[in-house]
T-cell receptor, first 110, second 116 residues
Framework: LAKTTQPISMDSYEGQEVNITCSHN???????ITWYQQFPSQGPRFIIQ???TKVTNEVASLFIPADRKSSTLSLPRVSLSDTAVYYC???????????FGKGTRLHILP | EAQVTQNPRYLITVTGKKLTVTCSQN?????MSWYRQDPGLGLRQIYY???????DKGDVPEGYKVSRKEKRNFPLILESPSPNQTSLYFC???????????????FGEGSRLTVL
């Protein structure tokens, strides 16, 4: 399983775009990149998943460069309710051990 | 409604008193897993199951048991709880394991366990 490295915490302000970068230097050919969001005392929730280039949904965008050794989760115009922990995971279909790590604690300020 | 249901949501117990945290999913998922979450340590995988009667250890299996007799249920058993098992526990399921397409994990609401 590829190891991931994310910032421990980040602060931003309401209305700004927030970019959280995840490093995964040992990503394998079959690996996908998945991001989860977790609010306090709740289970993580799937946000977005991608393999290469760019993926966008109603919540976020995921940018993956050609070498796939990193990825960036982009949250447009954040609000206070986006304060949460964000986890970057790397793994392939069939991986049985799914490791979350410590995530990035994002704090949105008014 | 598709969901993963855990019970109990909150429990205070004493050292050595066996307890079971139940987990049930209604999505016909093959893969189920248990995690514990402690401050500063993130989510750590305890046990997982690829399908009925197939279980395996995660990163922190000591002190826990699981069983998968039915596809929908994956109980977590603490035979002799100790204070270091005080934690927030999450059950999760997915159609198929891993992070590729359809590998999205669905989580329960969590069970906060305190062992005195």
């Amino acid at each position: 399983l590829a190891k991931t490295t994310q910032p421990i915490s980040m602060d931003s302000y309401e209305g700004q775009e927030v970019n959280i970068t995840c490093s995964h230097n040992n990503i394998a050919t079959n690996d996908y990149i998945t991001w989860y969001q977790q609010f306090p005392s709740q289970g993580p929730r799937f946000i977005i998943q991608g393999y290469k280039t760019k993926v966008t949904n109603e919540v976020a965008s995921l940018f993956i460069p050609a070498d796939r050794k990193s990825s960036t989760l982009s949250l447009p115009r954040v609000s206070l309710s986006d304060t949460a922990v964000y986890y970057c995971l790397v793994g392939a279909l069939g991986d049985d051990k799914i490791i979350f790590g410590k995530g990035t604690r994002l704090h949105i300020l008014p | 409604e598709a969901q993963v249901t855990q019970n109990p949501r909150y429990l205070i117990t004493v050292t050595g008193k066996k307890l079971t945290v139940t987990c049930s999913q209604n999505m016909n998922h093959e893969y189920m897993s248990w995690y514990r979450q402690d401050p500063g340590l993130g989510l750590r995988q305890i046990y997982y199951s690829m399908n009925v009667e197939v279980t395996d250890k995660g990163d922190v299996p000591e002190g826990y048991k699981v069983s998968r007799k039915e596809k929908r249920n994956f109980p977590l058993i603490l035979e002799s709880p100790s204070p270091n098992q005080t934690s927030l526990y999450f059950c999760a399921s997915s159609l198929s394991p891993g992070q590729g397409p359809t590998g999205e994990l669905f989580f329960g609401e969590g069970s906060r366990l305190t062992v005195l």
